[in-house]
C-alpha cells in the first residue's frame, strides 16, 4: 500500500470518538475526511479527537479539510481535538490559529475507547 | 469629365494620377454626336488648388461657357487650349465633385437653353452616382491600406519578439524582472541581458526612433552590434562607441538609436554604464532615489562618439530601475504627462522582487484610465538585491540540484521529497528543514494548480542552491494562470468558521511564514519564486 494513502479509520462512542488518521492530509484525503466526520457524527460524539501520529504531510488544502471539518463540529456543538502531531505541524496550526478552536494533546487521550469501527480511505482507495 | 476626390484636403493637393503637387488630376471627356471629334478623346487639364475656376464651379448655377467666363484662370486658358467650350460642374451634396466638359457642338451652333437643361439634369444625376462610386473606391483603397498596415505592425512584432529575451538571469540574490508592452503601431523599443566574463551581467535598454517595420529592423541590427560587441569588452563606454561606429553608416535617415548599457558585477552589487540619449535610471537606496547620470549622443547619428561611463553600487535591499519613455510619456484623458517625478514617487516605495515592476504598470494603468491608446512602446526592466538575508556580503552560491516534474495534481510532495533530499547534507536543523519542505510543496502546488494548471505536458522547473548562510529554491511554472496575485485576501480562521472566507487559501500565508524571504519575478511567459532560508537560526 501506498503510504502517502490517506486513510481515517473512526472508533468511539456517543460521548467521544477518535479519527486516527493514516497517510497524507492533503487534497485526496478529501472525500475520507468527510466521511470520517459523518461517522463520528453519527456515533452522536460530543467530541471528536483527531490523531495525527501516523500522518507523515500535511498541506494547505490538508489544513482546509481541518477547517472544514471545525465548522462542520461547531455547527453540530462538537469539540475537536488534535493529538499526536510533531512539532513542526503543531506550529502550522498555531500560526494558523487552529490551535484557538481545537484543544491541541501533546500525549495519546485518556479515557477515549478504542477499537476500529470503521476505516475510510482517501481517494483510489 | 473631370473628378474630383475626397477627402478635401486631398481634393486640392496632391492628386492621385501623378499631378504636380498643389494640383488635381483632370481629364476632359466628349460626348459622342455632340462634340468635335478629335484624335484623343481625353484630354488631361491640372486644375491648381488655388485657381479662381475651383471656387466659380463651386457655386455656379449650371453650365459654365468658357468663352464667356472672364477669369484669370490657368485652368481656363488650359480648358480652351484643350478645345473644352462648356463646363458643367458636378456637386453632390453640396460639394464640387468633378466636371464634365463639353467641346463645341458639331453644328458649331452654341449650345441651347435645352442643351444647357438637359446638361444640367444629367450632371444633377450623375454627381450622385458619381460620388457613391468615390466613395466606394477611397473605402476600399482605405481597406487595402489598413490591412497593409496591420500586416507590417505583425512583421514587426514578430521581429521585435524574436529578439526579446526568453528568460531572465538566474542570480542569486538578485531579483530581476522585465515588461515589454508593444504600443499598437509597435516601435523600436528593446532590451537584453548579456553574459559576460567573470559572472557579470551586460544589461541594455533601448528605443529606436521610428515606428513599424523599419523601427524593427534597426532595432533587431543594434541588438546584434551591441551583443557582438559585448563579447569584445567589458566598458559600456566602449561597448557603445563602437556599436555607434557600426551603425552610422548604415543608420537609415532620420533614424537613430537611444541606448543605455550597464554591466553589473552581481556578486558586489558594483554597476557601471554608459548612456547613448538615453533615460537615466533611477536608484532607490536607503537615502533616498537617485539618479545614475551619464550622457552621450543617440547610436547612429554621428561618427567618433566617446560615451563617458559612471557607476555606483546596489546596495542589498536597494533596487535599480532601467525603462524606455513609453512610461513616463504616458499621457492621462487630460493630456496630463505621467512624467519623471509621479516615477521617481513611485520608485522610492520598497518593493520585494517584480513587485516594483507590477506596481509601476499598476500606477501607470491608474493614471491613464481604462480607455488609454498606448501611444509608445513600454519596456521596464527592475533589478533588486536581497536585503536581510544576504547583507552587506553576497556569497558564491552552489548548485545542489535541478530538475523539473509534469504539472500534474499531487506532484508537490515529489518536488518537496527530491528538495528535502538536495539539502539532506546541510545539516539544516530538523525544523528549519521542515519549513523549507512546507514551503516548498506549498509554492510547488501552486506552480502545478495555477502555473500549469494541472496538465501533465507543461513541466515545472525547480532548482536548489546553497551559500554558505542560505538555501534558495526556485520554482518556476508556465504562468498559464497569470502571476500569483500579490494582494491575495490574507487567511482568517475567523472568518473562515462563520463562512465568510473560503476553507482554502492558506498557500502563500504558509510560505511566508516558513521562510525568511520569497520573491516572485515574472518575464511575462513564466514566472518564479524564489525561497530563501537562511540555514542557522539566527545567522
Given at each position: 500500500?501506498?503510504?502517502?494513502?490517506?486513510?481515517?479509520?473512526?472508533?468511539?462512542?456517543?460521548?467521544?470518538?477518535?479519527?486516527?488518521?493514516?497517510?497524507d492530509?492533503?487534497?485526496?484525503?478529501?472525500?475520507?475526511?468527510?466521511?470520517?466526520?459523518?461517522?463520528?457524527?453519527?456515533?452522536?460524539?460530543?467530541?471528536i479527537?483527531?490523531?495525527?501520529?501516523?500522518v507523515?504531510?500535511?498541506?494547505?488544502?490538508?489544513?482546509?479539510?481541518?477547517?472544514?471539518?471545525?465548522?462542520?463540529?461547531?455547527?453540530?456543538?462538537?469539540?475537536?481535538?488534535?493529538?499526536?502531531?510533531?512539532?513542526?505541524?503543531?506550529?502550522?496550526?498555531?500560526?494558523?490559529?487552529?490551535?484557538?478552536?481545537?484543544?491541541?494533546?501533546?500525549?495519546?487521550p485518556?479515557?477515549?475507547?478504542?477499537?476500529?469501527?470503521?476505516?475510510?480511505?482517501?481517494?483510489?482507495? | 469629365?473631370?473628378?474630383?476626390?475626397?477627402?478635401?484636403?486631398?481634393?486640392?493637393?496632391?492628386?492621385?494620377a501623378?499631378?504636380?503637387?498643389?494640383?488635381?488630376?483632370?481629364?476632359?471627356?466628349?460626348?459622342?454626336?455632340?462634340?468635335?471629334?478629335?484624335?484623343?478623346?481625353?484630354?488631361?487639364?491640372q486644375?491648381?488648388?488655388?485657381?479662381?475656376?475651383?471656387?466659380?464651379?463651386?457655386?455656379?448655377?449650371?453650365?459654365?461657357?468658357?468663352?464667356?467666363l472672364?477669369?484669370?484662370?490657368?485652368a481656363v486658358?488650359?480648358?480652351?487650349?484643350?478645345?473644352?467650350?462648356l463646363?458643367?460642374?458636378?456637386?453632390?451634396?453640396?460639394?464640387?465633385?468633378?466636371?464634365?466638359?463639353?467641346?463645341?457642338?458639331?453644328?458649331?451652333?452654341?449650345?441651347?437653353?435645352?442643351?444647357?437643361?438637359?446638361?444640367?439634369?444629367?450632371?444633377?444625376?450623375?454627381?450622385?452616382?458619381?460620388?457613391?462610386?468615390?466613395?466606394?473606391?477611397?473605402?476600399?483603397?482605405?481597406?487595402?491600406?489598413?490591412?497593409?498596415?496591420?500586416?507590417?505592425?505583425?512583421?514587426?512584432?514578430?521581429?521585435?519578439?524574436?529578439?526579446?529575451?526568453?528568460?531572465?538571469?538566474n542570480?542569486?540574490?538578485?531579483?530581476?524582472?522585465?515588461?515589454?508592452?508593444?504600443?499598437?503601431?509597435?516601435?523600436?523599443?528593446?532590451?537584453?541581458?548579456i553574459?559576460?566574463?567573470?559572472?557579470?551581467?551586460?544589461?541594455?535598454?533601448?528605443?529606436?526612433?521610428?515606428k513599424?517595420?523599419?523601427?524593427?529592423?534597426?532595432?533587431?541590427?543594434?541588438?546584434?552590434?551591441?551583443?557582438?560587441?559585448a563579447?569584445?569588452?567589458?566598458?559600456?563606454g566602449?561597448?557603445?562607441?563602437?556599436?555607434?561606429?557600426?551603425?552610422?553608416?548604415?543608420?537609415?535617415a532620420?533614424?537613430?538609436?537611444?541606448?543605455?548599457?550597464?554591466?553589473?558585477?552581481?556578486?558586489?552589487?558594483?554597476?557601471?554604464l554608459?548612456?547613448?540619449?538615453?533615460n537615466?535610471?533611477?536608484?532607490?537606496?536607503?537615502?533616498?532615489?537617485?539618479e545614475?547620470?551619464?550622457?552621450?549622443?543617440?547610436?547612429g547619428?554621428?561618427?567618433?562618439?566617446?560615451?563617458?561611463?559612471?557607476?555606483?553600487?546596489?546596495?542589498?535591499?536597494?533596487s535599480?530601475?532601467?525603462?524606455?519613455?513609453?512610461l513616463?510619456?504616458?499621457?492621462d484623458?487630460?493630456?496630463?504627462?505621467?512624467?519623471?517625478?509621479?516615477?521617481?514617487?513611485?520608485?522610492?516605495?520598497d518593493?520585494?522582487?517584480?513587485?516594483?515592476?507590477?506596481?509601476?504598470?499598476?500606477?501607470?494603468?491608474?493614471?491613464?484610465?481604462?480607455?488609454?491608446?498606448?501611444?509608445?512602446?513600454?519596456?521596464l526592466?527592475?533589478?533588486?538585491?536581497?536585503?536581510?538575508?544576504?547583507?552587506a556580503?553576497?556569497?558564491?552560491?552552489?548548485?545542489?540540484?535541478?530538475?523539473?516534474?509534469?504539472?500534474?495534481?499531487?506532484?508537490?510532495?515529489?518536488?518537496?521529497?527530491?528538495?528535502?533530499?538536495?539539502?539532506?547534507?546541510?545539516?539544516l536543523?530538523?525544523?528549519?528543514?521542515?519549513?523549507?519542505?512546507t514551503?516548498?510543496?506549498?509554492?510547488?502546488?501552486?506552480?502545478?494548480?495555477?502555473?500549469?494548471?494541472?496538465?501533465?505536458?507543461?513541466?515545472?522547473?525547480v532548482?536548489?542552491?546553497?551559500?554558505?548562510?542560505?538555501?534558495?529554491?526556485?520554482?518556476t511554472?508556465?504562468?498559464?494562470?497569470?502571476?500569483?496575485?500579490?494582494?491575495?485576501?490574507?487567511?482568517?480562521?475567523?472568518?473562515?468558521?462563520?463562512?465568510?472566507?473560503?476553507?482554502?487559501?492558506?498557500?502563500?500565508?504558509?510560505?511566508?511564514?516558513?521562510?525568511?524571504?520569497?520573491?516572485?519575478?515574472t518575464?511575462?511567459?513564466?514566472?518564479?519564486?524564489?525561497?530563501?532560508?537562511?540555514?542557522?537560526?539566527?545567522?
Open positions: 500500500m501506498d503510504p502517502t494513502e490517506f486513510s481515517a479509520a473512526v472508533t468511539g462512542t456517543a460521548d467521544a470518538a477518535r479519527i486516527h488518521c493514516t497517510g492530509l492533503n487534497v485526496r484525503a478529501d472525500g475520507a475526511m468527510e466521511t470520517a466526520y459523518a461517522e463520528a457524527a453519527a456515533l452522536g460524539a460530543h467530541q479527537t483527531l490523531e495525527f501520529e501516523d507523515g504531510y500535511i498541506n494547505s488544502t490538508g489544513i482546509a479539510l481541518i477547517v472544514r471539518l471545525l465548522t462542520s463540529a461547531r455547527a453540530d456543538d462538537r469539540t475537536v481535538r488534535a493529538v499526536g502531531l510533531t512539532d513542526h505541524y503543531r506550529h502550522l496550526f498555531d500560526i494558523t490559529r487552529l490551535s484557538d478552536y481545537m484543544e491541541i494533546l501533546t500525549d495519546a485518556v479515557g477515549v475507547p478504542t477499537g476500529a469501527a470503521a476505516t475510510t480511505g482517501g481517494e483510489g482507495a | 469629365m473631370t473628378e474630383l476626390t475626397r477627402p478635401k484636403r486631398r481634393l486640392f493637393g496632391r492628386g492621385s501623378s499631378p504636380e503637387p498643389g494640383q488635381v488630376p483632370v481629364s476632359a471627356s466628349f460626348v459622342t454626336g455632340q462634340v468635335r471629334p478629335t484624335d484623343d478623346p481625353f484630354v488631361a487639364v486644375i491648381a488648388e488655388s485657381d479662381p475656376l475651383l471656387a466659380y464651379l463651386q457655386t455656379a448655377s449650371g453650365p459654365v461657357e468658357l468663352a464667356r472672364e477669369l484669370d484662370s490657368q486658358r488650359e480648358l480652351r487650349e484643350a478645345g473644352i467650350a463646363v458643367v460642374p458636378l456637386v453632390s451634396q453640396g460639394e464640387l465633385i468633378g466636371t464634365l466638359n463639353l467641346g463645341p457642338r458639331l453644328s458649331e451652333q452654341e449650345y441651347s437653353t435645352d442643351d444647357r437643361r438637359l446638361l444640367t439634369t444629367l450632371a444633377a444625376q450623375a454627381a450622385p452616382a458619381i460620388r457613391v462610386a468615390q466613395l466606394v473606391r477611397e473605402q476600399a483603397h482605405e481597406a487595402a491600406e489598413r490591412e497593409r498596415l496591420e500586416q507590417e505592425m505583425r512583421v514587426a512584432t514578430l521581429i521585435q519578439q524574436q529578439f526579446l529575451p526568453r528568460e531572465l538571469p542570480l542569486p540574490q538578485w531579483q530581476i524582472a522585465a515588461y515589454y508592452g508593444p504600443a499598437r503601431a509597435v516601435g523600436g523599443d528593446f532590451y537584453d541581458f553574459e559576460m566574463p567573470g559572472g557579470r551581467i551586460g544589461i541594455a535598454v533601448g528605443d529606436v526612433t521610428d513599424g517595420v523599419p523601427a524593427a529592423l534597426v532595432m533587431a541590427r543594434t541588438h546584434s552590434v551591441l551583443r557582438a560587441e563579447s569584445r569588452s567589458d566598458s559600456p566602449e561597448i557603445l562607441a563602437r556599436a555607434n561606429a557600426l551603425l552610422v553608416p548604415e543608420m537609415p532620420r533614424m537613430f538609436v537611444t541606448c543605455l548599457f550597464a554591466v553589473l558585477d552581481p556578486v558586489t552589487g558594483r554597476i557601471v554608459a548612456n547613448a540619449g538615453h537615466l535610471p533611477y536608484v532607490r537606496t536607503a537615502e533616498g532615489v537617485v545614475l547620470r551619464a550622457t552621450g549622443m543617440p547610436l547619428l554621428l561618427p567618433d562618439i566617446r560615451y563617458q561611463e559612471t557607476e555606483g553600487i546596489i546596495d542589498p535591499g536597494s535599480m530601475l532601467l525603462y524606455s519613455d513609453g513616463v510619456e504616458a499621457h484623458p487630460a493630456n496630463q504627462m505621467y512624467g519623471f517625478p509621479r516615477l521617481a514617487t513611485e520608485m522610492a516605495v518593493d520585494a522582487g517584480s513587485e516594483l515592476l507590477d506596481r509601476l504598470l499598476d500606477t501607470l494603468h491608474a493614471f491613464t484610465g481604462p480607455d488609454w491608446e498606448q501611444e509608445d512602446d513600454i519596456t526592466v527592475t533589478l533588486r538585491r536581497a536585503s536581510g538575508v544576504a547583507d556580503t553576497v556569497h558564491a552560491s552552489t548548485l545542489l540540484t535541478q530538475f523539473s516534474v509534469p504539472g500534474e495534481e499531487g506532484n508537490e510532495r515529489l518536488v518537496m521529497d527530491r528538495v528535502a533530499a538536495a539539502v539532506a547534507d546541510l545539516g536543523e530538523p525544523a528549519r528543514l521542515e519549513r523549507l519542505k514551503a516548498v510543496s506549498e509554492a510547488a502546488m501552486n506552480a502545478i494548480e495555477y502555473g500549469s494548471q494541472g496538465r501533465p505536458d507543461i513541466a515545472v522547473e532548482s536548489v542552491e546553497t551559500t554558505p548562510r542560505a538555501v534558495v529554491v526556485r520554482i511554472d508556465q504562468a498559464l494562470s497569470g502571476p500569483v496575485p500579490s494582494d491575495a485576501e490574507a487567511p482568517d480562521i475567523d472568518a473562515k468558521l462563520a463562512g465568510l472566507q473560503k476553507p482554502r487559501g492558506w498557500g502563500l500565508f504558509l510560505i511566508r511564514a516558513m521562510v525568511d524571504e520569497m520573491d516572485v519575478t518575464d511575462g511567459t513564466s514566472q518564479t519564486v524564489t525561497l530563501t532560508l537562511v540555514r542557522e537560526e539566527g545567522a
